[in-house]
T-cell receptor, first 116, second 108 residues
Framework: SAVISQKPSRDICQRGTSLTIQCQVD?????MFWYRQQPGQSLTLIAT?????????ESGFVIDKFPISRPNLTFSTLTVSNMSPEDSSIYLC?????????????FGEGSWLTVV | GQNIDQPTEMTATEGAIVQINCTYQ??????LFWYQQHAGEAPTFLSY????GLEEKGRFSSFLSRSKGYSYLLLKELQMKDSASYLC?????????FGQGTTLQVKP
């Protein structure tokens, strides 16, 4: 299984600032994704992080608000820009992992952001 | 459109069996995942079904019928620690579309 590390695990951010979340995987993976989980809600896909090219964003999410980098097959960052209280959420990195035992999708431990 | 439905809440007794249903209508399908999420924690992987039938893993089993757009998660010998949210998610080329989750409360 893939081991995924996210940083920061938690943060309290001031309104109007930006924060970058890092996601490090212990093995090379083809596909990496970023999700958001707002309080009391299920997970929603923000974007697919593409290695060496621009991320692919889902409806309702734009690059100016959530710029994403993916410089290699083991690392990605998500920036939450110009934060407002509505951005208070858990942000989760996930990877599609293929193995002889089967395919699965793993999640990092999440980054819990509170915007004040 | 994309739609994944599961019950919002369920209650069961310690030691019993509970079945959490999930129905889906999606534009693409690579498989169906079940995740468990305890309050304050990230989701953890429980099961993955890509073919029809039952997959058993210890106390947890998951069933899939692609023709019916239906899955269920079966939890046996319930323990208090099984109180959590259970998320059904359909994969489309690795992208997951989640249902709203089922909050399971296990009572003594």
């Amino acid at each position: 299984s893939a081991v995924i590390s996210q940083k920061p695990s938690r943060d309290i951010c001031q309104r109007g600032t930006s924060l970058t979340i890092q996601c490090q995987v212990d093995s090379q993976v083809t596909m990496m994704f970023w999700y958001r989980q707002q309080p009391g809600q299920s997970l929603t896909l923000i974007a697919t992080a593409n290695q060496g090219s621009e991320a692919t964003y889902e409806s309702g999410f734009v690059i100016d608000k959530f710029p994403i980098s993916r410089p290699n097959l083991t690392f990605s960052t998500l920036t939450v820009s110009n934060m407002s209280p509505e951005d208070s959420s858990i942000y989760l990195c996930s990877v599609w992992s293929t193995a002889s035992s089967g395919n699965t999708i793993y999640f990092g431990e999440g980054s819990w952001l509170t915007v004040v | 459109g994309q739609n994944i439905d599961q019950p919002t809440e369920m209650t069961a007794t310690e030691g019993a069996i509970v079945q959490i249903n999930c129905t889906y209508q999606t534009s693409g399908f690579n498989g169906l995942f079940w995740y468990q999420q305890h309050a304050g924690e990230a989701p953890t992987f429980l099961s993955y079904n890509v073919l029809d039938g039952l997959e058993e893993k210890g106390r947890f089993s998951s069933f899939l019928s692609r023709s019916k757009g239906y899955s269920y998660l079966l939890l046996k010998e319930l323990q208090m620690k099984d109180s959590a949210s259970y998320l059904c998610a359909v994969s489309n080329t690795g992208k997951l579309i989640f249902g709203q989750g089922t909050t399971l409360q296990v009572k003594p």
